[in-house]
């Protein structure tokens, strides 16, 4: 069998001058020529795949070569399956906001959220009011003040250019 899958090296193709080998039961077989594992494995009528390429020596399994990927792809969908993407929502304020409308836009960070996203809050300062960046940071402490028991702060409010941007994260539960 030649190598299909090019992740991993077998049989003839194992280029090394020594190998630790596994049997398909999981017992250590002790260093061998890759020769000699091949040998083996032929007699089994199994093949000889290098599993850890890196390690010292190359450590090598004898198994079902079709078996085994079927095991690795099943294993690689269960670990990309268990992963949680992160997604920012970004909710964007301005100096002249009025206190209710921070009740809404609160509101709505508060769902973005309970979800378990970030919110990205946002304050653009447009010609001379980045001169006031005070007001600004007064409008994210009273944002940040009706979300405060959800979330906490990852990132405090900072200027950047003509924006002033802080980050919320949920709270662990």
Not at 45 to 50: G, M, P, R, S, T
Not at 61 to 87: C, F, G, R
Not at 153 to 165: A, S
Request: net charge positive.
């Amino acid at each position: 069998m030649k190598n299909i899958n090019k992740n991993f090296i077998i049989n003839e193709d194992i280029r090394c001058k020594e190998v630790r080998v596994i049997s398909e039961k999981g017992e250590q077989m002790g260093i061998l020529s890759p020769k000699e594992a091949l040998q083996i494995a032929e007699e089994r009528d199994l093949d000889l795949v290098l599993v850890a390429p890196n390690a010292k020596p190359p450590v090598c399994k004898i198994v079902n070569y079709s078996k085994y990927l079927y095991e690795q792809a099943k294993k690689d969908k269960l670990a990309k399956k268990k992963q949680k993407t992160i997604n920012i929502k970004e909710i964007r304020l301005s100096t002249t906001i009025e206190e209710h409308d921070i009740g809404i836009k609160a509101n709505n960070a508060r769902k973005f959220l309970k979800s378990e996203d970030k919110v990205k809050v946002t304050i653009r300062f447009r010609g001379r009011e980045a001169d006031y960046s005070y007001i600004g940071n007064r409008i994210l402490d009273v944002f940040f003040s009706k979300v405060e028991d959800i979330c906490v702060i990852e990132k405090k409010p900072k200027l950047e250019g003509k924006n002033m941007i802080m980050i919320l994260a949920p709270k662990k539960a």
